[in-house]
């Protein structure tokens, strides 16, 4: 019998417990819950019993302010538990609410065959030591933070969700449903999996990373001193200009020597790297708000041709401009 059959022969319904708090975010729960319990077997019977679980129990309230009833995380709840996920929300909020709820966690992280976090969830895993020497992401926004407090954790930040043997956490919000849905697939099979992504409207494997929502943000962010931003918006409004860097160096009114040293110490990546994300971030915008063809959004963002824009979005994006507008682009009447 393969290794796929055993594990759709398996009849009984899996216990996952999401671990919620007060201010948690809603969708963070919410994905992951609805992904699992429309999971079934061949038989259509339920393949999980899914829990929500908090510190106390009773009513949670969520940061959209939504109340979650919730079950008591206790021995009881977590005798026969297989995947214990811990969702995430504001990080100003989550250090406060979560401190007492990291010590009764504590006493059962070796319960769980699989244990995960959403979006900032991953800062509660962080903080029990469980991510330590280990591949994690979060959220875009946070990634950088997560691998400053946390220089042990390997943080893949374009990544949609990571695993690490039994440990699994996922990018932001709707990423956990990407990472639900991966565990669907593992746990049943690629049809169990994919029938639930149908049914949410959703793809089984999203193409391309964190950086399709990210990458110009992540530019800002390397350049904390601002240095350079007077440059970027120079560069958004000469898209079709000479960008080399004599000319980035003469708008900055730098040698090209010096210019390109500098830039490149204070940004972390090269000028012609810059000039190609703020090009590629350019086309990004027109992809989603306007219906011109790819040739033409490739020309206004400076590109010249299509094919050149192609090759430049996939490696920025990891998906291609087309496969892009189908997904954010603007509804056609």
């Not at 406060?96 to 059962?108: D, E, F, G, H, P």
């Not at 997560?146 to 440990?167: G, N, R």
């Amino acid at each position: 019998m393969s290794i796929k059959a055993a594990k759709s022969d398996r009849q009984i319904p899996r216990k996952v417990v999401i671990v919620a708090y007060e201010a948690a975010n809603l969708m963070d729960i919410s994905g992951p819950l609805q992904a699992f319990s429309d999971a079934r077997f061949e038989n259509g019977r339920p393949a999980y019993q899914v829990v929500l679980a908090s510190e106390a129990g009773g009513s949670v309230v969520t940061d959209t302010g939504v109340k979650l009833e919730t079950v008591r995380l206790d021995r009881t709840v977590l005798s026969s538990v297989d995947t214990l996920l811990v969702a995430g929300g504001d990080l100003e909020i989550v250090p406060i609410a979560t401190v007492s709820l990291r010590a009764k966690l504590a006493k059962y992280l070796d319960r769980p065959r699989r244990l995960g976090s959403i979006c900032t969830g991953a800062f509660v895993l962080a903080e029990l030591g469980v991510l330590d020497r280990r591949e994690a992401t979060t959220h875009w926004a946070f990634c950088s933070r997560l691998e400053a407090q946390y220089p042990t954790i390997k943080v893949k930040p374009d990544a949609i969700f990571v695993t690490s043997d039994h440990i699994w956490t996922s990018a932001g919000v709707s990423a956990g449903i990407d990472m639900a849905l991966a565990m669907i697939e593992d746990d049943l099979d690629h049809l169990a999996a994919l029938n639930v992504a149908r049914g949410m409207v959703l793809f089984l494997k999203r193409p391309g990373g964190q950086s399709q929502f990210s990458a110009e943000l992540r530019g800002q962010m390397r350049d904390a001193h601002g240095r350079f931003g007077d440059l970027h918006d120079w560069i958004r409004g000469n898209l079709n200009a000479d960008l080399s860097v004599p000319a980035l160096a003469e708008a900055a009114k730098m040698s090209p020597r010096n210019f390109a040293r500098v830039y490149t110490r204070e940004t972390g990546e090269s000028p012609a790297r810059a000039a190609e994300k703020l090009r590629t971030e350019a086309a990004r915008r027109l992809l989603e708000s306007a219906h011109a063809p790819i040739h033409v959004v490739a020309h206004c963002a400076g590109f010249g041709d299509d094919e050149r824009l192609r090759r430049a979005f996939v490696r920025t994006y990891r998906v291609s401009p087309q496969d892009y507008r189908s997904r954010f682009g603007p509804l056609r009447a």
